[in-house]
């Protein structure tokens, strides 16, 4: 049981624009802390592709976007490609575990 | 650009313990916050915890008993031990960096398989 949850799955057709949640608690995204994501294609290690709720790193397209508000965050990704096909993870800090705490993860399916 | 490489055995013994280095290149390790996360197969990630070399390792309350993180600046690398392991402890171990206590976690290593097995 994590944390934060996620939708276990979510699928969209290329090109459309899909959206995955992160729910949390007063404890870590309700108390303001930032939350992260990540992309992890198969067999590869994790990716950081937002940052900071709403940042992206260099390199990142500008199809990803993050946004965060109350004990939930969100990360949506526009105009869908065939590469986009991964699991996608939400990170945060919880101050009652006192330490960074990860969602479940979302897999996204291309249809 | 920081790069970590994490290295040791893939087969540890029921009971004994797990022991794994991160080497680090093109950064220095007394500038970041290093951190161990492992994803058992076809599950999510857990954070293990971390460490900055002057200051205490931080770890995560599920695990503290059995975790000893730290840090060798003179061979920039950092270390994973983690005793008593069961099979439950199979898993893919990362190591990656973080500029402050509770930012991000870029970049990440590529990751090692251990299995825990007789």
């Known amino acids: 049981q994590s944390v934060l949850t996620q939708p276990p799955s979510v699928s969209g057709a290329p090109g459309q624009r899909v959206t995955i949640s992160c729910t949390g608690s007063?404890?870590?995204?309700?108390?303001?802390?930032?939350v992260h994501w990540y992309q992890q294609l198969p067999g590869t290690a994790p990716k950081l592709l937002i940052y900071?709720?709403?940042n992206r790193p260099s390199g990142v397209p500008a199809r990803f976007s993050g946004s965060k508000s109350g004990t939930s965050a969100s990360l949506a990704i526009t105009g869908l490609q065939a590469e986009d096909e991964a699991d996608y993870y939400c990170?945060?800090?919880?101050?009652?575990?006192?330490?960074?705490?990860f969602g479940g993860g979302t897999k996204l399916t291309i249809l | 650009q920081v790069q970590l490489q994490e290295s040791g055995p893939g087969l540890v013994k029921p009971s004994e313990t797990l022991s794994l280095t991160c080497t680090v290149s093109g950064g220095s390790i007394s500038k970041y916050y290093w951190n161990w996360i492992r994803q058992p197969p076809g599950k999510g990630l857990e954070w293990i915890g971390n460490?900055?070399?002057?200051?205490?390792?931080n770890y995560n309350p599920s695990l503290k008993s059995r975790v000893t993180i730290s840090v060798d600046t003179s061979k920039n690398q950092f270390s994973l031990k983690l005793s008593s392991v069961t099979a439950a402890d199979t898993a893919v171990y990362y190591c990656a960096s973080a500029l402050v206590l509770r930012g991000w976690f870029d970049p990440w290593g590529q990751g090692t398989l251990v299995t825990v097995s007789s």
């Open positions: 990170q945060s800090y919880d101050s009652s575990l006192s330490g960074r705490v």
């Open positions: 900071g709720n709403n």
């Open positions: 460490i900055y070399y002057s200051e205490r390792a």
């Open positions: 007063s404890s870590n995204i309700g108390a303001g802390y930032d």
